[in-house]
């Protein structure tokens, strides 16, 4: 039996709260707890953003191929990528997710979201740490 036979032995639990935190930063309320909302001025830092994670998260994703998997453990016949974005940060995808998130926060002027993407960084932290010491 391999690892990838174990339950949750490719990191499904941590995709399954990634979801969660991903629908969180998007659906949670800009008034939660009567939060004050961002100021308006932060829309077009949003955008410029949004825009350069999505272009951080192609270029990330490109040079993956065959090795792309949504899973923290990579997959038994992985090869190390290290170029492209990968020769600029080490976990260029969570840099753009983490992007992403942080420019709907800011899209949507949401305080709480903005939080959350700030909790989103922490996990993919713990995330990060987990594939690195192959756990």
């Not at 990838?4 to 629908?23: S, T």
């Not at 270029?59 to 170029?83: C, E, H, Q, W, Y």
Request: glycine content about 8%; proline content about 8%.
């Amino acid at each position: 039996m391999t690892r990838n036979d174990l339950p949750n032995g490719r990191g499904e639990a941590w995709v399954a709260a990634q979801a969660i935190l991903l629908a969180a930063i998007v659906l949670t309320p800009p008034n939660l707890f009567g939060m004050p909302r961002l100021p308006d001025w932060l829309r077009l830092p949003g955008l410029l953003l949004g825009f350069t994670g999505g272009a951080f998260g192609l270029m990330a994703i490109r040079p993956l191929g065959s090795n792309l998997t949504a899973f923290p453990r990579p997959k038994d016949d992985a090869t190390l990528v290290d170029s492209g974005a990968y020769s600029i940060v080490r976990h260029p995808i969570y840099s753009s997710l983490l992007m992403a998130c942080t420019a709907v926060s800011l899209l949507r002027i949401s305080l709480p979201s903005l939080v959350l993407s700030l909790i989103l960084g922490f996990f993919f932290e713990q995330n990060a740490r987990r594939e690195e010491c192959g756990a």
